[in-house]
């Protein structure tokens, strides 16, 4: 078995996404212990070595072991990896902390803000588990599926402690995960949240069938809205023209793999929001983000009209076609303010 300073790896969330990121370590040969909170998930992960519910005939590796106790999973740890939606994010901390020894790195690969708060998981995070914990967060265009099938992929792990980046990044890296480092924990949490809400939108307006060029202005255009938000907290434009920023978009906003994308296609052919949260499935993320991203750009005082329509959709009962009248009744203006 390959050395670590981070073996074991404990995932907490055996949804696709933490799944596929357990098979990925594993591969390394790093001994990864599984947990998911669903205890007949877990029963039937155990028995298949695999996750059939969320990512069907992909086997596990051998040092991929699944756990039924969370205390297990976490005091064994020499590092935890958390993949949970970041509704549930706090309040894992909490239920882990117990069990956490002292001084062991925590990572996830949640993307959003602390519901109601608008609060950064960062954040969050450093509050709960106090500063003897490095952290890092892991983001960038991937979707599950194809991690889990080995198909090429990169991504972006960010933290202050470099020690800790480099060794999560020596421990993921593969000839097809390639992991690039940042210490820019603010660009990669603004880029990796309001995609998910940008997604939606590009998914309403293909869903009302208005085509290609529309799909790229709303994708460009929301990306500036991106950019404004996140250098007025304080983060770097090369974060946001990289992985993290403008990679995840792309893909979140022109593939239908996307959950925010499936529900603002629904949303635009017709459904009700409620109606297509359940044909969708599982957990949109850009629906809480939309609500915390506002508020983030209130206290910043950064217009955010897309985000906006797309928050009124969502939450005010707009209509999708009038949402859409109204960012194009906007006042005409230089592409590039000075």
Not at 205 to 227: C, F, H, K, Q, V
């Amino acid at each position: 078995m390959t050395s670590s300073v981070l073996t074991p790896t404990t995932v907490i969330g055996a949804g696709a996404w933490g799944s596929a990121l357990a098979i990925a370590i594993a591969r390394n040969g790093h001994e990864v212990l599984l947990w998911g909170r669903d205890a007949e998930h877990v029963a039937a992960m155990q028995q298949g070595h695999s996750n059939e519910r969320y990512l069907p005939k992909v086997s596990f590796p051998v040092s991929l072991e699944v756990v039924k106790s969370l205390e297990q999973a976490v005091s064994q740890a020499k590092h935890v990896l958390i993949s949970v939606p970041s509704a549930a994010f706090a309040d894992m901390l909490y239920l882990m902390k117990p069990f956490l020894p002292s001084g062991v790195p925590v990572s996830w690969a949640t993307k959003g803000f602390t519901p109601e708060t608008g609060r950064f998981l960062y954040d969050t995070a450093a509050d709960i588990l106090g500063d003897e914990h490095p952290l890092a967060i892991i983001s960038g265009p991937s979707f599950a599926m194809e991690v889990a099938k080995d198909l090429p992929t990169a991504i972006t792990v960010a933290s202050k402690d470099t020690g800790f980046f480099q060794d999560l990044a020596k421990a993921m890296h593969r000839p097809t995960l390639r992991i690039y480092t940042t210490t820019d924990i603010q660009g990669v949490q603004v880029g990796g949240a309001v995609k998910n809400i940008l997604a939606i939108g590009a998914g309403i307006s293909d869903g009302l069938g208005y085509g290609a060029n529309a799909r790229a202005a709303l994708i460009t255009r929301g990306m500036s809205e991106t950019l404004r938000l996140a250098l007025s907290l304080g983060a770097e434009t090369e974060t946001m023209i990289g992985l993290s920023g403008i990679g995840d978009l792309i893909l979140t906003c022109t593939d239908d793999q996307s959950r925010n994308r499936q529900l603002g296609l629904a949303i635009g052919r017709g459904m009700t929001v409620e109606q297509a949260v359940i044909e969708v499935g599982k957990t949109v993320e850009g629906v809480h983000a939309a609500r915390e991203v506002l508020i983030r750009a209130k206290q910043a005082g950064i217009e955010m009209p897309i985000v906006e329509q797309v928050y009124k959709v969502l939450f005010e009962n707009a209509v999708p076609r009038q949402a859409v009248q109204a960012l194009l009744c906007r006042e005409q203006k230089a592409e590039i303010e000075h």
